[in-house]
């Protein structure tokens, strides 16, 4: 595969540089205006938005924490599982705060909701670039690329986000002290655990991609677990701003059993591909 040995679909002649970048520009421009219509809409129910799911794992009343408690007590396990009681509200300290936290989070959910689509200009910007054989043992590539970012996206809303709200907010060294946070601390963390954990959470789709065209093999990341454990600590501690190690930890063990999965599927892949590169020479 070379990213810059791409031919027309037009006239199937090969493309220039200026070319790429033609196309290039292009595609931006589409997944752009695509994430701007998705933000303009959410921009329009804004404070709809705003108390009914961005606040959501702010509340003591939201789904993840009755739904733990219920889980607990239908496996016996009493109130285990049940979240401690909080009550929080947040502080807006800047006169524009509020309101150019309307614009963050519009944009934000923008992408989420454009996400398949900007996948797809990016796919086929590069799909050109790929031979026949690359481009059929990666069919379907946008719909499990989608599938696993809103996993990630759920995963950082519903069950990262609440543990993080539940602990922080019961936390204290002192009576004295009482927790105010900030609107903007709380709405950057919300997007870090949400569209940063829906992005690394492409780990496996990656690396089975990886494996389709030969570049990585099961022995090489078995060889290599390691050193991937620090990379996905590294990259824990990028979404997590606050890095502690609670928040840490909650991050980085579903990020490596991801990896671990990822070893997985690349060794059912690899398989896989040299059956199908045996045919083909026999």
């Known amino acids: 595969m070379a990213l810059f040995k791409r ?10 540089f200026i070319d790429h970048l033609e196309a290039l520009r292009w595609h931006l421009v589409r997944s752009v205006i695509a994430v701007v219509v998705g933000a303009i809409i959410i921009f329009i129910y804004a404070k709809e938005v705003v108390h009914t799911i961005v606040m959501g794992p702010a509340r003591k009343d939201f789904v993840t924490y009755s739904a733990l408690c219920n889980l607990g007590r239908k ?4 109130d285990v599982l049940c979240l401690g009681d909080f009550t929080i509200k947040f502080q807006s300290n800047a ?4 309101f150019m936290t309307t614009f963050t989070i519009a944009f934000v959910g923008g ?9 797809w200009e990016f796919w086929r910007f590069i799909k050109p670039a790929l031979s026949k054989k690359e481009v059929r043992r990666t069919s379907g590539i946008i719909f ?3 599938v696993l970012f809103f996993m990630g996206v759920a995963f950082g ?3 990262l986000t609440p543990f993080m709200v539940n602990f922080y907010s019961n936390y204290s060294l002192s009576p004295l002290i009482q927790f105010i946070p900030t609107l903007s601390d709380y709405i950057e963390n919300l997007i870090w655990t949400t569209v940063g954990i829906g992005v690394l959470f492409q780990m496996p789709l990656l690396i089975m991609f990886l494996s389709k065209i030969g570049i990585v093999s099961p022995t090489f990341l078995k060889k290599y ?3 991937a454990f620090v990379v996905i600590l590294i990259a824990a501690a990028i979404i997590t701003p606050s890095t502690d190690p609670f928040s840490l930890t909650l991050v980085t063990i579903p990020l490596y059993a991801l990896f671990e ?4 599927l690349s060794k059912r892949v690899y398989k896989q591909r040299e059956k199908a590169d045996a045919e083909e020479w026999s």
């Open 261 to 264: 999965a990822s070893v997985l």
């Open 225 to 227: 677990r390691r050193h």
């Open 157 to 159: 809303y519903y069950i």
């Open 111 to 119: 992408f989420i909701v454009a996400f398949p689509y900007v996948f």
């Open 95 to 98: 006169m524009t705060e509020q």
């Open 75 to 78: 496996l016996h396990l009493g």
């Open 7 to 16: 031919y027309s679909e037009d006239t199937g002649a090969e493309m220039s």
């Open 144 to 146: 499990w690329v989608s």
